[in-house]
């Protein structure tokens, strides 16, 4: 019985809570028509653009991540291979600094969404110098989400 008290007076705390904040915002809305500051702050709120802003150029989509090369696969073999989709911005494999070899991925950018889709489907599992790849849609790195989270006051 008593956790039954309990559980009501932390309800009716709650809801106690929810109309006090519910009249505060009423009282601040009244008080700002008021004023005459309503009209100038929804003409404010009007200019502001809330959505994310979005970059027209080449977005993440058009990138594909390319696993599984193999050791003799060059920017040049995934720059031929991958152009048969479309037009390919930029094809490039990643490789160890110290010693060159290839960490056996790499990326690829194309001009369109359409065309990095195609390839997408009709490359993945090909086999390119004796290796099946493995393309999927490149993940976005945290600075990319960073900035695409970011809005913009027009």
Not at 97 to 104: P, Y
């Amino acid at each position: 019985m008593f956790q039954f008290w309990k559980k009501f007076r932390i309800i009716c705390h709650l809801v106690g809570s929810l109309s006090f904040i519910t009249g505060i915002w009423s009282y601040l809305d009244s008080l700002l028509q008021y004023l005459g500051l309503h009209q100038q702050l929804s003409k404010i709120a009007g200019q502001i653009d809330t959505s994310p802003s979005q970059d027209t150029t080449v977005t993440d989509s058009t990138k594909l991540h390319v696993d599984n090369l193999s050791w003799d696969t060059t920017e040049d073999t995934l720059f031929q291979v991958f152009s048969e989709y479309g037009d390919v911005i930029d094809a490039v494999v990643m490789r160890d600094a110290k010693t060159g070899h290839s960490r056996h991925f790499g990326f690829v950018t194309f001009s369109k969404y359409e065309e990095a889709c195609d390839a997408r489907e009709g490359l993945d599992n090909e086999e390119v110098d004796g290796r099946r790849l493995r393309v999927k849609e490149a993940p976005k790195r945290r600075q990319e989400v960073q900035e695409s989270d970011k809005y913009k006051i027009t």
